[in-house]
């Protein structure tokens, strides 16, 4: 497979300058992307990071097939619990996941730590044991923080301290850092007890021009939906790659069926919608694909492959790259 010009070349793994990556709960790889840096988003390069990823893992055999095709790394598809009994993770400085997230959001059924899909973060905690990487980031929605009035973070808290680290946790806005998008996000940061470095948050970049009281002139402000998307206005369907859009009729009233406005970040891009994806700030249909990712802060030259339904999903359970990124330079100042 060839990667495009904009597209981050797996390192070699002997590179002594590389700080080793194991990235967990992968999906296409959105997360990893921001940490290897070397892309372009909208006309703004976002540099090479020294991370790599030395083992991915994910159960999505479509979106493991979309991560290959773009990051040029294999992945391991299979259940990661299969992996962690078999006691083979490589050595790492870092390990990243974002662990299933369904079960805490605010929109799912939040059955929380006694579903399924709930326990997994416990399959992180056991990596992040087995490994003992310098630095973990664990991502999640921010309903995480109020479920069971805050009982559920303090657990997950206690129990990655258990295994030998200091917990640092905090809510991120992924619209103050670039990302046109009013998508907030909790990451649990993890730094090894026997480093004497503390967890600082990236800067946010960007403010919310509409917010009261408050001016800073160094930020910019953030990024609308109209800058973004703009220049798609008059493409037909199929112009470019993953511009086809859900034709899923619209019911008022329900999730998925307002228009984003142009005027302001998108809202949350969501991973289960079926098919009620929003409607384009014009009105006459629903977003594309590639219209997601780049609400998502994907570079237009990654490809979302299979069916346009199954690009969706695989956007919406993405981490913004360009929010990455700027999670993986906070990580880096720890490490260096």
Known sequence: MSLSKNQPKMSNQNDTTKFKVISLFSGCGGLDLGFMGGFSYMGNKYNELPFEVVYANDIDEQACETYEHNLGHKIECKDFREVLEAKKLPDADVVLGGFPCQDFSVAGK????????GQLYKSMIEAVEQVQPKVFIAENVKGLL?????????????DF?????????????????????TRERVIIAGIRND????????????TDPLQKGFLDKEKKNWVTAKDVLSDLEEAKEGDMENHYWSKAKRYPGTQGNNNIKPDRPAPTM?????????FHYSGERRLSAREAARIQSFPDDFVFLRSTSRAYK??????????????????RKVLE
Do not use: C
């Open 110 to 117: 939040r059955r929380g730590l006694e579903a399924k899909r």
């Open 146 to 158: 109020n479920i069971g009035k805050g009982e559920v973070i303090k657990i997950m808290e206690e």
């Open 161 to 181: 301290a258990k295994v030998g680290y200091t917990i640092y946790i905090n809510l991120f806005h992924t619209a103050d850092y670039g990302v046109p998008q």
């Open 195 to 206: 480093i004497d470095k503390k967890y600082s948050p990236p800067e946010p970049t960007h």
């Open 270 to 278: 969501r991973a289960e919608h079926h098919g009620n994806i929003e």
């Open 314 to 331: 695989q956007i919406g359970n993405a981490v913004p790259p360009v929010f990455g990124w700027h999670v993986a330079q906070s990580v």
